[in-house]
């Protein structure tokens, strides 16, 4: 059964940074595509980042590059997103999800951590 576990998320003003953090069980982690979703009020889930297998590639939405980062730790089957230069409009529910199946499809989804970034 694979789980993830998103943490790392809270409350940070305006030009702050947080870092969230995903833990990833039940499969074999290295193999795996790894993405980070958020979902603010009113609007629908969008893609923010993902990561490769191996960690080589990383593909970023516009609105985040140059200020956010996606890592993975393969040995801790973990993924994390660092978050730098916070805006008001990244507040969102952020979302890891695994693409296990095929490289384009991601059909496994974390619960969830709320990011606000106050003014």
């Known amino acids: 059964q694979v789980q993830l576990v998103e943490s790392g998320g809270g409350l940070v003003q305006a030009g702050g940074s947080l870092r969230l953090s995903c833990a990833f069980s039940?499969?074999?982690?290295?193999?795996?595509?790894m993405g980070w979703f958020r979902q603010a009020p009113g609007k629908e889930r969008e893609f923010v980042t993902a990561i490769a297998w191996s960690g080589s590639n990383t593909y970023y939405v516009d609105s985040v590059a140059g200020r956010f980062t996606i890592s993975r730790d393969n040995r801790k089957n973990m993924v994390y997103l660092q978050m730098n230069s916070l805006k008001p409009e990244d507040t969102a529910i952020y979302y890891c999800?695994?693409?296990?199946?095929?490289?384009?499809?991601?059909?496994?989804w974390g619960q969830g951590t709320q990011v606000t970034v106050s003014a």
């Open positions: 999800a695994a693409a296990i199946t095929t490289p384009q499809h991601y059909d496994y």
């Open positions: 039940g499969r074999t982690f290295s193999m795996v595509r």
